[in-house]
Structure formats: C-alpha cells, structure tokens
C-alpha cells in the first residue's frame, strides 16, 4: 500500500461530559442493559439514549476519528469485536510470546513455580490479595492473559520476556485509567511502543518499525488521529506481527495459569 492513495476512514462520534455519562448508563439499566460503573458503553446503546433523549443530543458536542479497518488481507479490527461484550473485563493485558513455553512464559513474567497450576472458572484478580494470569500455547507462541494486570507491558518485563532472542507483542486496555498501551519487544529490547488510542506518538529503538502494519489497518502513522477502535485496532495488530488470533477459547478456564500474591 503507497502512501499515495492512502486515506483513513474517518467517523464522527458525540463528546460528552460526566453528567451525561451517568444518564447513559442509568437510561440502558433501565431499559434492561447490563453496562458497568465505569468504562467505555457501547456505541448502539449511546446512539440510542440520544435518539430517546434529543434535548441530551443538544448539549453534546462532536470529535472526528479515525476507523481502523483491514486494507489487507489478514487480522483485521472486526476480529476483535468479541472483547467489548466477551469474557474479558474492562482492565487486561494479553501478550504473546514466542519461542517461550507455557510455564517458561508464567516464570519470566513473574508467577513462582509453585504458584503455577490450573485456574478455575470462578477465580479471578482480587486487589487484595492475588492477581490472576493465565496462558495458552498456540503453535510457536504463548499467550498470556493477565485479569486486571498489566505487567506485561513494563519495559523491563517486557526485556525479560523476549530475551536471548525472542519477541513479544502486549496490549494492554484500561478503561478506567483511560489508557490504553501496545509494547513490541525483540531480544530483550523494547522495539515499538504506542499509545493506541493514538498511534501517532511512538517510541522505542524503532518507533516507525511497524508503520506498514499501521497503514495496512487504516492508520497513518504520520497523523495524529485519534483511533475509534483502539483496542481492536492493536489487537489486530499484533496478531499481524505473531501470526495468532486470539479469541474467546483462550480466556476460557479451566487453564494453567498462577494466581501471584500481591
């Protein structure tokens, strides 16, 4: 793809403050949705609290983004519509490590040996005692699912987990922080770190070494647009890098994993 006759797709989306956030999500519990406290709600319920309420309409303004889609052939953002309404909550890192198996993977990112075992369906992160981080072999690579962590992400581990001649891709989302993070490290070396929600700002020891995997998704890495879907935008992303697509089965438990003392 040339830069040329590149040309993101763009989408314009209502803003809004935390008085109306509050509404939105009070109109859908009363009309029978599940949405959380916090977090991002659903762009189908929004639309339709402002089409039942068009004096809220009046109050919001506007913001243009850009809609990261698959130029390409390969992983593409709609691959990754499940996470919103999946078994994943609102704060996770997954990460997918290659060359590394399982209880390697559990070890580098810092589970002890001894807290390595199956994780059940009914256990997950508690901020007072353990967090939660699961993993599943998929052909070369493991991927590693941490509930309500993000570990994966800081540079160090992210050296420790890619060292003597490895790679790892992580994707962190963090509603409630309103931050999102993607990390590409080889060799012990962070590559490519983003900010999802804005792929523009990068860094690293080569900050443009996936720009073409940007373009191929929809994104010009020489804008600094704002992403509409940057979670599914990175997710994408890095299964363009590692060759894997995670879906639902990968979250799915029983499944090896460590339950890590805080």
């Given amino acids: 793809m040339s830069d040329d006759d590149f040309t993101p797709l763009r989408v314009t989306r209502l803003a809004y403050g935390r008085d109306i956030s509050l509404a939105i999500r009070e109109w859908a519990r009363a009309n029978g949705h599940q949405v959380s406290d916090r977090g991002r709600v659903a762009y189908e319920l929004v639309d339709a609290f402002f089409a039942a309420n068009p004096e809220a309409y009046e109050q919001a303004g506007k913001i243009e983004l850009v809609r990261a889609t698959a130029r390409t052939p390969g992983a593409s953002p709609e691959d990754y519509a499940w996470q919103d309404e999946g078994p994943l909550g609102p704060i996770y ?25 199956l994780i059940g369906p009914e256990e997950y992160s508690d901020p007072h005692s353990a967090d939660i981080v699961t993993v599943k072999q998929a052909g070369d690579w493991s991927i590693l699912i941490e509930d309500c962590g993000w570990r994966s992400v800081e540079r160090d581990v992210m050296g420790e987990l890619s060292r003597e001649g490895g790679e790892t891709v992580a994707v962190m989302r963090h509603d409630y922080a309103a931050r999102h993070d993607f990390a590409y490290a080889f060799d012990g070396e962070l590559v490519t770190g983003l900010d999802p929600s804005c792929p523009g700002t990068r860094w690293g020891t080569e900050p443009d070494r996936l720009n073409q995997h940007l373009r191929e998704l929809g994104i010009d890495p020489d804008a600094d647009d704002w992403i509409d879907n940057p979670i599914p935008a990175a997710l994408a992303l890095a299964s363009r890098i590692s060759g894997v697509m995670v879906t639902p089965k990968h979250a799915e438990r029983p499944v090896l994993g460590a339950a890590n003392p805080h």
Avoid at 93 to 117: D, K, Q, S
């Fill in 93 to 117: 890192t997954i990460t997918f490590v290659r060359g590394v198996g399982e209880h390697e993977a559990l070890r580098r990112l810092g589970a002890a040996p001894e807290n390595i075992r």
